[in-house]
């Protein structure tokens, strides 16, 4: 649904709760507010948007060890973060901080 609106996704993430009665999916769209209406639309009710960073990474051991590293040294928590390698030279993370998103994007320049 969300390709036949035109709107892509960068990044997803899907699981089941631990008993297997909910689903939950994560996505990363170029456009989060078309995204957004046309889950609506499909007749999703449970949507919430927040802010992630989406962090460029080399596709090498510790590559996302370091950047997290980065993000605590500062303070900054994370509530969660997955990666994917594009390339057998790239990869992106996906992180969603607690909280003070602008400094955490400043400590990763």
Do not use: H
Request: proline share 2%; hydrophobic share 50%; charged share 25%.
């Amino acid at each position: 649904m969300l390709g036949n609106a035109k709107i892509n996704l960068v990044a997803a993430l899907g699981y089941t709760s631990s008993r297997g009665k909910e689903a939950f999916l994560y996505l990363v769209a170029d456009d989060a507010t078309a995204a957004r209406d046309a889950l609506r639309k499909a007749g999703y009710k449970r949507i919430k948007a927040v802010d992630v960073l989406m962090v460029p990474l080399a596709n090498k051991p510790g590559a996302l060890q370091d950047v997290l590293a980065k993000l605590a040294a500062a303070k900054i928590g994370v509530d969660y973060a997955y990666a994917t390698a594009g390339s057998l030279r790239n990869a992106v993370a996906i992180i969603r901080v607690k909280s003070m998103i602008d400094k955490a994007l400043k400590v990763l320049s």
